[in-house]
């Protein structure tokens, strides 16, 4: 089973970037679908994006599309999410949330979705 480290969330100001990073561990990583999904207190949890096992297929929601970006580097075992032109409304605990999706094509992102493995999620803070 994957474990996933997050990293690279911060406090920035509304219109900046931050870069996530999804690290794993374990056996297999090229195989999962990868996910992202954010939590703001109060709020249910939302799905903003999702990579394939390979990279070729990805999927944004409508309130981050065209502002964010997954890719994956399995050689390095690692998911990222740039996120540029930031929003107040983007602050969240955002986490990554691996799948087991060996087919190609598959991409994740659902919230309430049974993850093989999550993170321990990273706050990202946005002032206005």
């Known amino acids: 089973q994957l474990q996933l480290v997050e990293s690279g969330g911060g406090s920035v100001q509304s219109g900046g970037s931050l870069r996530l990073s999804c690290a794993a561990s374990g056996f297999s990583f090229q195989y999962y679908s990868i996910g992202w999904v954010r939590q703001a207190p109060g709020k249910e949890r939302e799905g903003v994006s999702c990579?394939?096992?390979?990279?070729?297929?990805?999927e944004y929601s409508d309130s981050v599309k065209g502002r964010f970006t997954v890719f994956r580097d399995n050689a390095k075992n690692t998911v990222y999410l740039q996120m540029n032109s930031l929003k107040f409304e983007d602050s969240a605990v955002y986490y990554c949330?691996?799948?087991?999706?060996?087919?190609?094509?598959?991409?994740?992102?659902?919230?309430?979705?049974?993850?093989?493995?999550w993170g321990q999620g990273t706050q990202v803070t946005v002032s206005s």
């Open positions: 990579i394939s096992n390979s990279g070729d297929t990805t």
């Open positions: 949330a691996a799948s087991w999706a060996p087919a190609q094509g598959v991409c994740i992102m659902a919230p309430t979705y049974r993850y093989d493995s």
